[in-house]
C-alpha cells in the first residue's frame, strides 16, 4: 500500500513539474520552432500511446497545418487525480480532456469558453447542430469543451461494434461448430467444455485463462453493468430507462442482476473466473488479452482492441483464431438485445478544451478546425496515399496485406502513425461520397483484412461485420444516453452523493459477491450496505433529468 501511495505522489509531482513548463511555453502563444512550425500541447486524462517526436505523419499534418501538438497521456493516476494536480498548480497545457475531471476544470475556471470563436472555423461550426451545441453550454450559458467521437458524417459506416459485449474467441466457436449461443449460460457452458477439452494454447504448455475480469478503477463497468444489456437494454451506463412508461431502473438490483453475479459466483468456485480479476491492473490485463490466453470476457472494443486485439496479430496469433467476436448475449432465449445502437452518441460530459494557459486561441481553434478537413481527416486516419493504403479504379481506397500488417504494428504506429486520436473526428462516410471516413469503415477493406478464423466464424454465422453479429438497434429515445448526466454529477446534491457511495460500494462489495462461498449470505450483506447509500437519491435525480431531456427535445420537434 505505501508503494503505490509512494507512486501516485511522484506521478503528481511530475505532471505538475511538466505542465509548469506547458504553461510557460504556451504563454508565449505556442513556441514556433524552428521550422516555423507552432507548438501546443495538450494532454489527455486517459491512458494513450505516445508516438516519436519525429513521427511522418505529424510532420506532414504540421506542415501543412503550420501546427503540431505535443500530446501526454494518463498515468499512474485517476483523471481526478491528475486534473486536481493541475489545478492546484495553476498551469496547463494548450489542450486538455479532463475525462471525469472536466467539471472540477470548469468549476476552477481553467477552460475558454468557446462561444465566441465557434463562428469563425466553419469545420469546428459544422460540427455540431445548433440543438447539439446548445446540450453543451454550462451552468453559465458557456460551451467550454467539443466532444470528439459522436460525429457520423454522410452514411452511417459501422464494421467494428466499437461498443461493450460478451467477447468470444474464434477458435472456440470454431470448435463447437459455431452454434447458437444467444444466453449467459450457454456462454459460459461453451467456455467451460471448450476448456476442458483444450486447457492450453496451440503450443501445449501455455494455460488458457477461460474468463477474466477488468476491475481497475473506473473501468470496472466490465464487472457491474452487465445486468441491463441481459435484460435487452442499451448502455444508458448507470440505468435502466423503460421507454413505454419513461421510468428509470436501478439495474443494479433487479433479478437479472441476481443471476448474473450469481453465474459469476458460480464459475469462480469451477475455476472458470480468473482469480487475479480483482487485482489485475488495466495493463496486466491487456497484457493476458495480447497473450491470446483469454478465451473470454466482457468489455468494451475500443479498451482492448487497439493494444490486445494488434498484438495478436502482431505475434500470428491472429491465424491461430484468438481474435474475438461478440455474441448477442440476453438472460433468456428469444429477447431482442441493444448491445448495438446506430447513431453516435454526444456524450456532454466532457471533450476537447482550451485552456486559460494557452495565449493563442485562435490558432488552437484553427488547427482543431483543419483537423476536420478531409485531406487531414484522411491523413489521420488513412494515412499516406501509396504508403498506408492504394486507391482502386473505382476511386475506393484499400490496403494490401503488407500495408495491413504494419498498420497493426506498434513501433510502426509510434514512428509513422498519428492521428491525433483525442482530437474531434468523423466516422461515416468521407466527403468524396465514397470512402469511410476510418478505415475500419471500409465494407470491402474491412472484409479483406479480417483473419481467417474470423471469415470463417462471419461466414458461419450469416455476418460479414462485428456489427451484424450482434444486430443493430436504432437509438431508443430523445434521452439517451443516461450516463452522459450522471457522468457530472458531484456530492452538492443527494444524488450525486448517493451515486459516488454506490459507486465506492461496487467496488468493494462485487468482488466479494463473486468469491463468497455462500453467494446468498454474500448478495444480503451487498444489498445491505448498498441500500444505506440511498440509491433511491440517485433514482429520483436522474427521473428527473430524464423528464427534463424529454421536455427539451420537444423543442426541436
Known amino acids: 500500500m505505501k508503494k503505490k501511495i509512494v507512486s501516485a505522489v511522484l506521478c503528481a509531482a511530475m505532471l505538475s513539474s511538466m505542465f509548469a513548463g506547458c504553461g510557460k ?36 499534418i ?24 493541475l489545478i492546484a498548480g495553476g498551469e496547463y497545457p494548450d489542450f486538455i480532456e479532463g475525462g471525469n475531471g472536466s467539471k472540477q476544470l470548469y468549476e476552477a475556471g481553467a477552460l475558454v469558453a468557446l462561444d465566441d470563436y465557434i463562428d469563425k472555423y466553419p469545420n469546428i461550426k459544422e460540427y ?28 452511417e459506416r459501422a464494421c467494428t461494434h466499437n461498443d ?20 449467459m449460460d450457454e456462454y459460459f457452458d461453451l467456455i467451460e467444455k471448450y476448456n476442458e477439452a483444450n486447457p492450453t494454447m496451440a503450443d501445449g504448455t ?23 444489456f441481459l435484460d435487452g437494454y442499451p448502455n444508458d451506463g448507470s440505468v435502466i430507462v423503460d421507454p413505454e412508461k419513461l421510468q428509470v431502473i436501478d439495474y443494479n438490483t433487479t433479478d437479472t442482476a441476481v443471476k448474473y453475479f450469481k453465474k459469476l459466483n458460480e464459475e469462480y468456485h469451477k475455476g472458470i473466473v480468473d482469480p487475479e480479476s480483482f487485482t489485475q491492473t488495466y495493463d496486466e490485463y491487456i497484457a493476458k488479452i495480447s497473450s491470446g490466453r483469454v478465451l473470454g470476457m466482457i468489455d468494451q472494443w475500443w479498451d482492448f482492441a487497439y493494444t490486445g486485439e494488434d ?15 461478440p455474441l448477442p448475449i440476453t438472460i433468456e432465449k428469444g429477447m431482442k438485445n441493444q448491445w448495438h445502437n446506430s447513431g453516435g452518441v454526444l456524450n456532454v460530459s466532457s471533450g476537447l478544451a482550451i485552456t486559460t494557459s494557452c495565449k493563442d486561441v485562435d490558432a488552437a481553434l484553427q488547427f482543431v478546425n483543419d483537423l476536420l478537413d478531409q485531406e487531414i481527416h484522411d491523413l489521420r486516419f488513412w494515412g499516406v496515399k501509396d504508403v498506408d493504403y492504394k486507391v482502386g479504379d473505382d476511386g475506393l481506397y484499400y490496403r494490401t496485406p503488407e500495408m495491413r500488417k504494419q498498420a497493426a504494428d506498434t513501433a510502426y504506429k509510434a514512428a509513422h502513425t498519428c492521428s491525433y486520436s483525442y ?24 472484409f479483406d483484412g479480417l483473419s481467417e478464423p474470423i471469415k470463417k466464424c ?100
Not at 494455460?207 to 457491474?224: G, K, M, Q, V
Not at 468524396?432 to 478505415?439: P, T
Request: proline residues 4%; aromatic residues 14%.
Open 25 to 60: 511555453q504556451a504563454a508565449s502563444g505556442g513556441a514556433v520552432n524552428e521550422d516555423g512550425i507552432k507548438e501546443f500541447t495538450a494532454f489527455f486524462a486517459v491512458p494513450g500511446s505516445e508516438i516519436n517526436d519525429d513521427n511522418e505523419i505529424q510532420q506532414i
Open 62 to 85: 504540421a506542415e501543412k497545418t503550420g501546427c503540431k501538438v505535443k500530446e501526454t497521456w494518463l498515468t499512474g493516476q485517476t483523471a481526478e487525480e491528475a486534473v486536481g494536480t
Open 128 to 155: 455540431f447542430t445548433e440543438q447539439e451545441w446548445d446540450q453543451l453550454r454550462q451552468s453559465d450559458g458557456h460551451i467550454y469543451w467539443i466532444p470528439q467521437f459522436s460525429n457520423i458524417y454522410g452514411q
Open 164 to 183: 461493450e459485449a460478451f467477447w468470444i474467441q474464434a477458435r472456440v466457436l470454431e470448435w463447437a461448430g459455431y452454434p447458437k449461443i444467444e444466453t
Open 206 to 228: 501455455t494455460a488458457n485463462i477461460p474468463y477474466t475480469i477488468l476491475c481497475d478503477d473506473w473501468r470496472y463497468f466490465c464487472l457491474e453493468n452487465a445486468p441491463e
Open 311 to 325: 498484438a495478436i496479430k502482431s505475434a500470428g496469433l491472429d491465424e491461430q483464431g484468438c481474435q474475438y467476436v
Open 423 to 446: 482530437f474531434p473526428q468523423y466516422s461515416g462516410t468521407s466527403r468524396d461520397g465514397k470512402n469511410a471516413m476510418k478505415s475500419d469503415g471500409q465494407e470491402q477493406e474491412f
Open 458 to 557: 462471419f461466414e458461419a454465422y450469416g455476418a460479414k461485420t462485428y456489427v451484424e453479429m450482434l444486430g443493430t438497434s436504432e437509438k431508443p429515445g430523445d434521452w439517451y444516453p443516461m450516463y452522459t448526466y450522471s457522468n457530472t454529477l458531484t456530492t452538492d446534491t443527494p444524488g450525486g452523493t448517493a451515486w459516488t457511495k454506490m459507486g465506492e460500494i461496487k467496488h468493494q462489495y462485487l468482488p466479494k459477491v463473486v468469491m463468497a462461498d455462500d453467494f446468498d449470505k454474500g448478495w444480503a450483506e451487498y444489498m445491505k450496505v448498498y441500500e444505506e447509500c440511498k440509491p433511491e437519491d440517485f433514482i429520483s435525480e436522474m427521473q428527473t433529468e430524464l423528464e427534463r431531456r424529454m421536455t427539451e427535445a420537444a423543442k426541436y420537434k
